[in-house]
């Protein structure tokens, strides 16, 4: 199932399958040493978020492999096609909000929000039907943020990492790369886990 944005076809929900396309498993992580292994032994592997049941956040690892997670005709999306989707929805200051879903289950920021922000997401929240939810990110020392903010892998071609993240209570899309981190957290991307959502080739 897609949901069509512009001239992209996004699917509907996050990828979580636990198998590569043919048909081998990736690892599975249940604890902050599994993952901090994982990404030690560059294995490709996945983490179940704690809040959101069946959802996956796979390693970097995970996605640059050669067998490939999704399925014939679909693709990771690129840095050049994010900045498609954030530019159809009105630019950085309000694709966030456009892309956050609605339900307070998938990003309880509605249950506090001001008059003036609540007009906000009546107006524009999940306008385009990507329907974000707070699914979070693990981190190689474990930590986990879950409930406020989404995390979407990004790869250009040359295997380059970048993270779309939207945070609960921020209409911004934010769009992350290794330079945007301190010198001594310049891996800190390759060393997290995030939610995928395919794009159509």
């Known amino acids: 199932m897609t949901v069509i944005i512009g001239k992209q076809y996004w699917m509907k929900k996050n990828w979580n399958s636990i198998t590569f396309i043919n048909g081998d498993s990736l690892t599975i992580t249940r604890s902050r ?10 294995t490709p592997a996945y983490y179940i978020s704690d809040e959101n049941e069946g959802e996956v956040l796979y390693n970097y690892f995970a ?5 490939g997670l999704l399925p014939e005709g679909f693709k990771i999306p690129s840095f050049e096609d994010i900045n498609v989707l954030i530019n159809y929805l009105g630019g950085e200051e309000l694709a966030g909000l456009k892309l956050k879903s609605n339900n307070k289950i998938d990003f309880p920021e509605i249950a506090y929000l ?4 609540r007009l906000r997401k009546d107006k524009y929240g999940n306008y385009s039907g990507f329907t974000a939810n707070a699914v979070g990110k693990i981190r190689k020392d474990g930590i986990i943020s879950s409930g406020f903010r989404s995390n979407y892998w990004i790869l250009n071609e040359d295997n380059k990492p ?8 921020v209409d911004s899309a934010i769009i992350y790369d290794e330079s945007n981190f301190k010198k001594q957290y310049k891996n800190f991307i390759k060393e ?4 995928l959502r395919a794009l159509k080739k």
């Open 114 to 117: 001001d008059e003036e922000q």
């Open 162 to 169: 970048f993270v779309l993240e939207l945070i609960e209570g």
């Open 33 to 42: 040493s599994d993952w901090e292994l994982s990404i030690n032994n560059e």
């Open 192 to 195: 997290c886990g995030f939610s």
């Open 63 to 67: 996605i640059i492999d050669s067998r």
